[in-house]
């Protein structure tokens, strides 16, 4: 008998529409591992290869077949039926959505594809396909059920182009589908372990193992109604001639005269113990761990006090225990990846992110791992990049959510626009460098909901300065250089692209009255049920204590002083863009007054100034995010 050649492919990972599937290559395995150790063909296996690598491994093997060669192509994976019956496709990882659309397109295996690989060889063929044959073409009246393979069984039984034999000499096509048209296959390896395990029960029993009528009639009974083997309207298609073709053989007792007995292991009785453990000694070397266990046991069998049989037995089941560890961790890395490529399909780049690094620890080369991880990536950074970045139809006072540590904090929109700075002469209590002028800004903005609290100080500085402790209270005797490290640090943490900084004076109060035009923004009078000032309560109170403004964000009014940006000065007589106060001066500005200070310092317009250096139990910061 010539040579025996298998290639066995799984396709678990799939992109949208196509939805990834759980069980393809574990079946692709099953069958593979049966092949190899049972039937001894040389096995290849494709786990989630691209199409193109798996025609290309096709051409590689069809180029070595002989007339009396035997090769076995499986396939587990989304099967597409296109253009009507005549045309299935298999479909790979890398199959495009424009295939749905009956556009050519990357990522199928189509029927012209194997029914030339087909004509090009030698010797007998079989193609077992375990995928879908119900998948649907888009038509522009709607989703048509499409089905079926004859345009595979009559394509690959036209003569063979390079060796221009007769198809008697050429060999013979099977043809094994899972399911029949129209029909769906299970993901749950029905098929795949009914047909291993009753070709094993044929071998067992002596029989000649012929892929035909009577397998199949041993495998429907296993399955479910809609996954009974059948392909182009029959349980099996043999092309061309009738008759069923053998893969393996073993001898056959004779059932008439004695009854059948439990498998004994192929070796020879005539074979001494020596020669045995030479022979499993020998498969131990070449990694056959199962072989060298079957042999080595029944040499132990005979001589139970033989020593080197002992050790050969010891070392071939520790490799096998490795191997099968070795192969629990794979189908859990597969599952792994699985699951984030799902991830990535429901919109959780997050998730799929940590999935793929899970795996990369573990296969750093995973081709597929790599991708998941550089798509994820990317997904991620455009998320980010569009919640920081600028955007004419998020509302004012949109809120976002940023995780800074083990916890997440709250962002409020301040829109570009344009407000009248400063107060009117006639406000109660003003100052007079809070000339009334316009501003314009042309970008928005973030900022943070609440003040800078001690938690999160602590968790970017690493340390706490205040008075008065407590996680959800605002930092104070914090400086203005220590309020700008501080951003400067976070901004190392921050998505690619975001910025941490101190508002600038005008943002400041753009923000704080968030439409208003009243001296606080909830009124022309001070309300102790509003804000913290005055001593009323004689330290900082927890941030969101007293209620938000329009735009979401507490405490403006009270409770500590904040840093902004800019040199304290005087402000411009005309309309002023984007405004960041003078190149130079002895002071910073610092705004909304504190917990001790009376009610005409926690005014809207009203403006403070203190040494850069300055630290004081009323003086803290909150800090905005835009996107460079």
Known sequence: MGQKIALVVGNNLYESPFRPLEGAIRDAARIAGFLEFSLGFQ???????????????????????????????????????????????????????????????????????????????????????DVCRSQTLRQKDGLVKQAGSEGLRDAISKPSETS????????????????ADGQCANDDGVFAKALVEEMTNLLKIGRDL????????????????????????????????TCESLIGRQEAPNLEKKPVVP?????????????????????????????????????????????????????????????????RLRRELDQTLNEG??????????????????????????????????????ALQSDSESMWSESSSRKAGTRQTLKIGDAEYGFCWIP?????????????????????????????????????????????????????????????????????KFCAELTTRLPKGAKASLPTEAQW?????????????????????????????????????YPANPWGLYDMHGNVWEWCLDYFGGYPTGTATDPKGPNSASKRVSRGGGWRNNAS??????????VAVNRFSTLGFRFLLSCD
């Open 43 to 129: 096995t290849k296996v494709l786990d989630n290869p691209t199409a193109r690598d798996v025609t290309k491994e096709l051409h590689r093997i069809v180029k070595t077949l002989t007339p009396d060669s035997k090769f076995f192509f499986y396939f587990a994976g989304h099967g597409l039926c296109v253009g009507g019956s005549a045309n299935q496709s298999l479909l790979c990882r890398d199959a495009d959505e424009l295939l749905l659309e009956g556009v050519e397109a990357a990522g199928q295996i189509s029927p012209e594809a194997l029914a030339a690989i087909s004509r090009k060889g030698n010797g007998d063929m079989f193609f077992c396909l």
């Open 164 to 179: 221009g034999l007769p198809a008697k000499i050429r060999g013979r096509r099977l043809i094994l589908s899972s399911c």
């Open 210 to 241: 012929e892929l035909g009528y009577e397998l199949l009639k041993r495998i429907a009974p296993r399955l479910k109604l809609d996954q009974t083997p059948e392909l182009s309207g029959t349980p099996f298609v043999l092309v061309p001639g």
């Open 263 to 327: 498998p004994q292991p192929p070796v020879s009785p005539a074979k001494t113990p020596l020669q045995l453990t030479t022979e499993a000694n020998d498969a131990l070397k070449a990694g056959r761990y199962e072989e060298a266990e079957l042999l080595a046991s029944e040499a132990l069998r005979i001589d139970p006090s033989f020593g080197w049989v002992q050790f050969v037995l010891s070392e071939a089941r520790k490799k096998l225990e490795e191997q099968r560890e070795e192969e």
């Open 341 to 378: 490529w799902l991830c990535f399909n429901k919109g959780d780049a997050k998730l799929a992110l940590v999935k793929a690094t899970t795996v990369l620890k573990a296969r750093p080369d995973d081709p597929a791992a790599r991708e998941l991880k550089r798509l994820a990536e990317v």
């Open 416 to 484: 570009a626009g344009e407000f009248d700075m400063g107060s009117l002469e006639s406000e109660e209590d003003r100052y007079g460098n809070e000339r009334l002028h316009h501003v314009k800004f042309t970008r928005g903005f973030w900022m943070l909901e609440t003040p800078t609290t001690q938690a999160l100080y602590e968790k970017v500085i690493g340390e706490n300065p205040s008075k008065f402790k407590g996680d959800d209270r605002p930092v104070e005797r914090v400086s203005w250089v220590d309020a700008t």
């Open 509 to 545: 109060e753009y923000a704080c009255r968030a439409g208003t035009t009243t001296a606080y923004w909830y009124g022309n009078s001070a309300d102790s049920g509003k804000m913290n000032y005055d001593n009323n309560v004689d330290e900082t109170t927890p941030v969101e204590k």
């Open 601 to 610: 310092r926690c005014r809207s317009a009203n403006r403070c100034r203190f």
